[in-house]
């Protein structure tokens, strides 16, 4: 069983930065694309970054230059920097993980969610 623990969510002040991160652990074989996904009240989920193996990323166009989504693979870890943040990203916070098992399972995993406050 793979599982997804993420921490650094809170609440900020508008202009103010906060740091997530989301640890993979469990029965991995390999993880190939992590991201970030958030979630407003009475919104889609909606995708923030993503980040290959690679070290591809892609943004979405609301957070670009504000946001990095960076991973460290020898820990299976991505995280995700936050600056500039603004009341509009006010959203609950989910990390997403794709890869093996480590019985050459396709696996996708989800967090639990992190809530993240931006006040303003």
């Known amino acids: 069983q793979v599982q997804l623990v993420e921490s650094g969510g809170g609440l900020v002040q508008a202009g103010g930065s906060l740091r997530l991160s989301c640890a993979a652990s469990?029965?991995?074989?390999?993880?190939?694309?992590m991201g970030w996904y958030r979630q407003a009240p009475g919104k889609q989920r909606e995708l923030v970054a993503a980040?290959?193996?690679?070290?591809?990323?892609n943004y979405a166009d609301s957070v670009k230059g504000r946001f990095t989504i960076s991973r460290d693979n020898a820990k299976n870890t991505v995280y995700l920097q936050m600056n500039s943040l603004k009341p509009e990203d006010t959203a609950v916070y989910y990390c997403?993980?794709?890869?093996?098992?480590?019985?050459?399972?396709?696996?996708?995993?989800w967090g639990q969610g992190t809530l993240v406050t931006v006040s303003s």
């Open positions: 469990g029965s991995i074989f390999s993880i190939n694309a």
């Open positions: 997403n993980a794709e890869g093996l098992t480590q019985g050459y399972r396709y696996l996708e995993v």
């Open positions: 980040i290959t193996g690679g070290g591809s990323t």
